[in-house]
Nanobody, 121 residues
Framework: VQLQASGGGLVQAGGSLTLSCAAS????????MGWFRQAPGKEREFVAA????????YYADSVKGRFTISRDSFKNTIYLRMNCLKPEDTAVYYC???????????????WGQGTLVTVSS
């Protein structure tokens, strides 16, 4: 499965943005898909995940209540709706497929190419 991420851009603090990640094929129903981000000078970190079939969602504490992950089964696409954005949310955001469970998931499948989100203060 190949992933294509899009939707990044420049937004002011407090604003909103929605990222999309389109998969070239249909993910396995049991697979988790998710989003990670990497800020300048920092390691890549987990942001959110969703179980493809069940729709169950998981979030990092830093984005809980502000970000929402969702999926469109017909389009084989996941989304990340980001509200109340903060300058510290500035990062390259990557989607990924086939995540392990847990608060610090590993990625066993493919990665998208990344999309830059810049939040100005």
């Amino acid at each position: 499965v190949q992933l294509q991420a899009s939707g990044g851009g420049l937004v002011q603090a407090g604003g909103s943005l929605t990222l999309s990640c389109a998969a070239s094929g249909r993910p396995f129903s049991s697979h988790r898909m998710g989003w990670f981000r990497q800020a300048p000078g920092k390691e890549r970190e987990f942001v959110a995940a969703i179980i493809w079939s069940a729709g169950s969602t998981y979030y990092a504490d830093s984005v809980k209540g502000r970000f929402t992950i969702s999926r469109d089964s017909f389009k084989n696409t996941i989304y990340l709706r980001m509200n109340c954005l903060k300058p510290e949310d500035t990062a390259v955001y990557y989607c990924a497929q086939d995540l392990t469970a847990g608060p610090m998931p590993l990625v066993r499948g493919s990665w998208g190419q990344g999309t830059l989100v810049t939040v100005s203060s």
